[in-house]
Nanobody
Framework: QVQLVESGGGLVQAGGSLRVSCAAS????????MGWFRQAPGKEREFVAA????????AYADSVKGRFTISRDIAKNTVYLQMNSLKPEDTAVYYC????????????????WGQGTQVTVSS
């Protein structure tokens, strides 16, 4: 079992920055990769970014490339999503999730999910 707890969401103005965190506990080392997804009101949940625990390989959605950075701290079992140059369309609930799979952008590949943290970007 893996437990994931997100934190760090909040309200920020357009152009600003925010960092959300995901603290993982349990059988984390058996889940090779971690991902961030987001869901805006009335929209489908969408992939944002993913990273492997072991080597730090990363992947990003086109909509956030160059603005968001995913990272991990193995000692703290924590994954971060640094979000810069935020836009109102980044407003959503952000979820972290863990996966044994390799298709990181596919939410159905993920086995465990956190409760989500709200990020609101005002214009």
């Amino acid at each position: 079992q893996v437990q994931l707890v997100e934190s760090g969401g909040g309200l920020v103005q357009a152009g600003g920055s925010l960092r959300v965190s995901c603290a993982a506990s349990g059988r984390t080392l058996r889940t090779p990769a971690m991902g961030w997804f987001r869901q805006a009101p009335g929209k489908e949940r969408e992939f944002v970014a993913a990273i492997t625990w072991s080597g730090g390989s990363t992947a990003y959605a086109d909509s956030v490339k160059g603005r968001f950075t995913i990272s991990r701290d193995i000692a703290k079992n924590t994954v971060y999503l640094q979000m810069n140059s935020l836009k109102p369309e980044d407003t959503a609930v952000y979820y972290c999730a863990s996966t044994y799979g390799s298709r990181w952008s596919d939410q159905w590949q993920y086995d465990y999910w956190g409760q989500g943290t709200q990020v609101t970007v005002s214009s």
